[in-house]
């Protein structure tokens, strides 16, 4: 939308059959939420990998907890 017309806007698929259009400040709010909560899923997956390959047993590896730490 940067490059469209000031004020354009984008038909955007909620659901099937549901629209909303969106303008750009909203975009670039949704673009921006986006990235935080990959970032956070990576941050963590990457915080879990960290204790999998830390384990030196079978306890230490079911002591890791899979669900927690997400976003």
């Known amino acids: 939308l940067q490059r469209q017309s000031p004020g354009s806007t984008i038909s955007w698929q909620l659901a099937p059959a549901t629209f909303v259009d969106l303008d750009l400040p909203t975009l670039e709010a949704l673009g921006d939420a986006a990235f935080t909560h990959v970032q956070s899923c990576f941050t963590n997956a990457r915080t879990l990998a960290a204790a999998i390959t830390a384990a ?8 890791v907890d899979l669900e927690s730490g997400w976003p």
């Open 56 to 63: 030196t047993d079978r306890d230490e590896l079911n002591a």
